[in-house]
């Protein structure tokens, strides 16, 4: 029996590079492998946790899924029905991912505006990190920057499918 190799679809022409993202995301698993790996080590050689660096280590896998979110909303690779949006005729399957777009656009607004207001609350009554002792809004302003970044890569999909003419 044959195998036939897998085609990847072409990245989509954007006007902010995918890559930036993916970039992102490939630091960031590096960073949490090397915090995990020191932290094995340690512990095997010295008897001694590195137990504060679950901060970081959470904090680098919610990045993680963010910036990957972001990435994959650009390449439309977000969750959807296949099977039955396939089978819609071409304009309706346009109008399905048009309203798909509407919709998360919506929820990454609303994380932003949220987010921001709970990083704000956080730098104003100076709340700290149980582990550290770090000031709690370094973590969480990232929230709504990568709510951002995915409202923008989810009405860069609205675009492209409103300008797409088949």
Same mark, same amino acid.
């Given at each position: 029996?044959?195998? =036939? +190799?897998? &085609?990847?679809?072409?990245?989509p022409?954007?006007?902010v ?14 960073i949490?492998?090397?915090i995990?790996?020191?932290? @094995?080590?340690?512990?095997? @050689?010295t ?5 504060f660096?679950?901060?970081? &280590? @959470?904090?680098?896998m919610?990045?993680m899924a963010? @910036? ?7 390449k439309q690779?977000?969750?959807s ?8 005729p #071409? ?6 991912l048009?309203?798909? &777009?509407? !919709? ?6 609303? %994380? ?5 207001r709970?990083?704000?609350?956080e730098? *104003?009554f100076e709340v #700290? &990190?149980?582990? !550290?002792? %770090? +000031? ?7 929230l709504?920057?990568?709510?951002l970044?995915? =409202?923008?890569r989810s009405?860069?999909?609205m675009? *492209? ?6």
């Amino acid at each position: 029996m044959e195998c =036939l +190799p897998q &085609s990847n679809p072409p990245p989509p022409r954007t006007r902010v590079p995918v890559r930036i993202e993916e970039t992102l995301a490939g630091a960031a698993i590096a960073i949490l492998g090397l915090i995990t790996f020191a932290n @094995v080590v340690v512990r095997y @050689v010295t008897n001694f946790s590195f137990a504060f660096t679950e901060e970081f &280590s @959470v904090f680098l896998m919610l990045f993680m899924a963010l @910036v990957g979110g972001a990435s994959v909303m650009a390449k439309q690779g977000h969750l959807s029905i296949r099977y039955l949006v396939d089978k819609l005729p #071409t304009k309706a399957r346009r109008w399905t991912l048009m309203g798909a &777009s509407i !919709l998360t656009s919506l929820t990454f607004l609303l %994380l932003t505006i949220f987010g921001t207001r709970m990083a704000w609350d956080e730098y *104003r009554f100076e709340v #700290t &990190s149980p582990g !550290l002792g %770090l +000031p709690t809004w370094i973590y969480t302003i990232w929230l709504p920057l990568l709510s951002l970044a995915i =409202l923008g890569r989810s009405m860069g999909v609205m675009i *492209r499918a409103w300008r797409r003419k088949e």
